[in-house]
């Protein structure tokens, strides 16, 4: 072992052979890693891709021609017709009203249940009573019950308070569906917090309310922000409930898009679709592309305590 160190150390040559070696088996290695990533992402990325192109291409052309292709001329004229003029059952007023629905929907329904489950996970972790481990697996279950198990209850609900088939019955139902998971959020990353923060400020005659508001929700930011990520992303990508709770010019925009797409009077406009498509998809693109780092810091930044 001394007689190879010696000889690596008189034969320079040797040495930049072997370092040499190192670099190419190195730059290999890499060349791999990023080849897979790249072909993955290309892979993932790739009805992205057809949904884009074929919204920017003239219909003849698609009928012509490849739907990955780039196209031969760009055109808006899909997206104009999708947004304002696509027919919706016997309505041919595009997805701008429905888009409009699925903006008043999703804003309060992520705000009250974010709001719930913030001060939910606040009282199990930091006001504990006699049973709140029993609640909080009551709620916990809420969230593996699948949609199809509370429509039927959900509908008599709404009919009983007089909502069904309304806007705000929506925001309800999706309110209700949604503060199991928000609660799971707030609990998990609440249990990081001291509780001697609380006592300190229960001792100096801070209250429910002024320990919430000026202790927790402030530590609370990035969690916040994972409960509006997600809840905004499951109320605007919903169809069941949509479809399940609301009809004509109440229902959201996934309802429309469907019916937009399986409505077709003459050539099928492949084009108008994938542009409504993008229209419906692009606020939910738009959140993970601002947003989605924090999404990830959130998860994590609850996840060990101490």
């Not at 190192?22 to 892979?43: E, K, N, P, T, W």
């Not at 009919?159 to 569906?177: D, E, K, N, R």
């Amino acid at each position: 072992m001394a007689t190879n160190t010696a000889s690596l150390a008189t034969n320079p040559a040797l040495l930049a052979t072997k370092a040499a070696s190192s670099r190419r088996q190195h730059r290999i290695g890499r060349a791999v890693i990023y080849g897979s990533l790249f072909f993955m992402a290309a892979f993932y990325l790739m009805p992205l891709w057809v949904m884009i192109t074929t919204s920017v291409k003239h219909l003849d052309e698609i009928y012509a021609g490849s739907f990955i292709g780039l196209p031969q001329q760009i055109t808006f004229d899909a997206w104009r017709t999708a947004w304002s003029e696509a027919c919706n059952g016997t309505a041919c007023k595009g997805l701008k009203p429905y888009f409009i629905n699925s903006l008043l929907l999703t804003i309060p329904a992520v705000i009250m249940s974010t709001g719930i489950g913030a001060i939910n996970g606040y009282v199990i972790t930091k006001w504990r009573f006699p049973g709140s481990n029993v609640i909080f697996g009551l709620l916990l279950f809420g969230c593996f019950l699948p949609f199809q198990a509370v429509i039927l209850p959900m509908a008599q609900t709404l009919g009983i308070l007089g909502l069904a088939g309304s806007l705000p019955g929506l925001v309800l139902v999706h309110t209700v569906y949604g503060i199991a998971f928000t609660t799971l959020f707030f609990r998990n990353y609440f249990v990081s917090i001291p509780d001697e923060l609380v006592r300190a400020a229960k001792i100096d005659g801070a209250g429910f309310i002024r320990i919430f508001v000026s202790i927790m929700l402030p530590a609370a930011l990035p969690i916040i922000v994972v409960s509006c990520i997600w809840q905004f992303t499951q109320i605007w990508n919903d169809y069941l409930f949509g479809a399940s709770f609301t009809a004509g010019e109440n229902a959201p925009i996934t309802v429309a898009l469907n019916n937009i797409v399986n409505v077709s009077m003459g050539r099928k406009e492949y084009n108008v679709d994938m542009a409504a498509a993008m229209i419906a998809a692009l606020p939910t693109l738009f959140v993970y592309v601002v947003a989605g780092r924090y999404f990830v810091r959130g998860l994590t930044a609850g996840a060990v305590k101490g």
